[in-house]
């Protein structure tokens, strides 16, 4: 004799939808890769969790040819400029509007891209770190990797659906250093500043009294990141970290501060060390300007 045991309907219901609801918690508790390819990015482009973040270098870019979903996010309005004239990043909460406005929440996994090697894109990163926000990617190679690879492009520009960006109980990371703390630096053997200008900024000229670099700081130029020949794409890990071995900076959990003029090109060093893992990682936003101005 066969037992026939049926699953009450709304028991089953309740099942599957709180089944649904787990697969739904695990997708947005998983940690979201810091670079992804463009493979990556065309198997993932209709993911409805996902905001696609186009940061090149100028909006008449944007509105010739990008990648199909994308919005737009100008540099410009991730920084403001202070009555010394010092350009510093945005608030937290004006950050959490223009977030909203871009059709994302906390749950969204944002995945950014430029035209410029990651220097733009980086920004956002830095800054959404600096926040808190749980899930961000850049697209290695950006629109550069994604039109040589023969991928579609659109014209036609995306409009997002507002959303309400609401302040998240994840811890923000402790990012930003300020004048004080590259003051500390220079005499804290256990700290690394970081210029990641050019060597010509970095040498300075003697004709201009307030130029050269932060007394103790390291020498390493952003770009070495950076393979300009390979699609504007980044360098392997390994071959970075080689790099900056040759400066002493070995311990992913030293401190280091990272600065350049504006802020800028330190942000792409940023995420350079965040991929290599370095955890305890500051950005001088108010870099040179601030700094030769003393």
Known sequence: MKLHYRLPSRRAAWIGSSLLMLVSVLAHAAPAPILVDIDWLAAHLNDPDIVLIDMSSDQLQYQRFHIPGAVYLPYDALVTTRRDGVSVGISAERLRTLLGQLGADRNTHLVVYDDLGGLNAARLFWELERLGHPRVSLVDGGLVKWILAGRAVTAEPHLPRPRRYEAGAVPARNNLAELVDVVAARSQTGTMLLDVRS????????????????????????????AFDQAFTQKPAPKVASLLDRLGLKDANAPVIVYCRTGHRAAHTYFTLRRLGFA????????MIEYSAR
């Not at 970095?202 to 070495?224: D, M, T, V």
């Open 199 to 226: 060597e010509e900024e970095y040498r300075g000229n003697p004709k201009h009294r307030r130029s050269g670099h932060i007394p103790g700081a390291h020498w390493w130029e952003w770009q070495n990141a950076v």
């Open 280 to 287: 305890d990682v500051k950005i001088y936003d108010a870099s």
